[in-house]
Structures are given as C-alpha cells and as structure tokens.
C-alpha cells in the first residue's frame, strides 16, 4: 500500500515540477468538405414495337415502297481459310453461280419500287430454296434481306425470295 502512495506522489510532484503553465490542447482539425453523393440515373424501360421490324442500315438510301420487283444474288463468298472469293461469280455456260464445298456464302434480296428505286417491304423477305437437301447450312444473321450459309454438300440449288408477295428471279448456286 505504501508502492502505491509513493507513486501517486511522485506522479504529483513531476507533474508540478514541470511549470505552472496550462497544458497545450492540439488544435481542432478543420473538416474536409465531402463531395455530396449524387443519385445513379437509371434507364427507364421502353416497351418493343410489336410493328414490322425497323429495316437495317446499310448506310444506302432506302426510298418509300411499295415493293414492284425483287431481285435475288449471290453477293459475297469467303473460302474456308477467310479469304473472299473475287466474282463475278456467275458462269454462263452452266447459268450457275458457283461455289466450293466449304465456302460460306451470302446472298442479298433487294426490293425495289416502282421508280427502281431500293426500298424495304412491310414484311420481311421469305426465302424459298429448291433442291437444298441439306447443301446449306444457314447461319444466323440480323439482316433478313442476306441469307448467310455454310456449303455443305455438291449439286445445284435453286434460289429465290419474295418480299411483300413479290416473287424474285430465280439463280442457281452450284456447289462443287
């Protein structure tokens, strides 16, 4: 008991010892403004169009329909190792656009009115293939008016496509 005494004096005493000025209190830190936080917008959703697709942008001009003719062809063909095939393509002896078994294809519709002038239809264009028997695979594509396809097997396959119930020419795709 008498430890505990001695160093309650002790501490007493040095405390005296060390001046009679007062303590010094650190200053008070000045506050930092905060930027307030401000509200994340949120996107608003927007019901579809359940009307006819919006035609796609080829960065062509597209005049008003209707739709008067239609014309089908084989617009572009990439071989298997990525290269792009130079047409024309089209071989006068046969009436046939030929391709090789492996090659990827794309064949474009394009509706015109009754100026000649390019136009879209009301509807999308519905492709009609005779004879395909499973030479075409056809891939995906956001275009309706380009049918994009894998050739898979030999032989002719007959092409066509109407847009609006305008039926277009015919061509010939001939797979070797």
Same mark, same amino acid.
């Given at each position: 008991?008498?430890?505990?005494?001695?160093?309650?004096?002790?501490?007493? =005493?040095?405390?005296? #010892?060390?001046?009679?000025? !007062? %303590? *010094?209190?650190? &200053?008070? $830190?000045?506050? @930092?403004?905060?930027?307030?936080?401000? =509200?994340?917008?949120? #996107?608003?959703?927007?019901? !579809? %169009? *359940?009307?006819? &697709?919006? $035609?796609?942008? @080829?960065?062509?001009?597209?005049?008003?329909?209707?739709?008067?003719?239609?014309?089908?062809?084989?617009?572009?063909?990439?071989?298997?190792?990525?290269?792009?095939?130079?047409?024309?393509?089209?071989?006068?002896?046969?009436?046939?656009?030929?391709?090789?078994?492996?090659?990827?294809?794309?064949?474009?519709?394009?509706?015109?009115?009754?100026?000649?002038?390019?136009?879209?239809?009301?509807?999308?264009?519905?492709?009609?293939?005779?004879?395909?028997?499973?030479?075409?695979?056809?891939?995906?594509?956001?275009?309706?008016?380009?049918?994009?396809?894998?050739?898979?097997?030999?032989?002719?396959?007959?092409?066509?496509?109407?847009?609006?119930?305008?039926?277009?020419?015919?061509?010939?795709?001939?797979?070797?």
């Amino acid at each position: 008991m008498v430890r505990t005494r001695l160093s309650w004096v002790t501490l007493i =005493a040095f405390t005296a #010892a060390c001046g009679s000025e !007062a %303590p *010094t209190t650190p &200053p008070e $830190p000045t506050p @930092t403004p905060t930027a307030a936080p401000t =509200a994340t917008p949120t #996107a608003v959703p927007t019901a !579809a %169009p *359940t009307a006819s &697709p919006a $035609p796609v942008s @080829t960065g062509e001009e597209v005049f008003p329909g209707p739709v008067k003719t239609v014309k089908v062809r084989l617009y572009a063909v990439v071989t298997p190792s990525g290269q792009h095939r130079e047409g024309p393509f089209y071989d006068p002896r046969t009436d046939n656009d030929v391709v090789q078994k492996g090659d990827f294809i794309v064949l474009d519709v394009t509706p015109k009115n009754d100026q000649g002038q390019k136009c879209d239809g009301d509807r999308d264009p519905e492709w009609i293939l005779e004879n395909d028997k499973g030479r075409l695979a056809r891939r995906p594509s956001s275009n309706p008016y380009l049918y994009r396809a894998d050739t898979v097997g030999g032989g002719v396959v007959q092409v066509r496509a109407t847009v609006d119930g305008v039926l277009s020419n015919l061509i010939n795709i001939e797979i070797r």
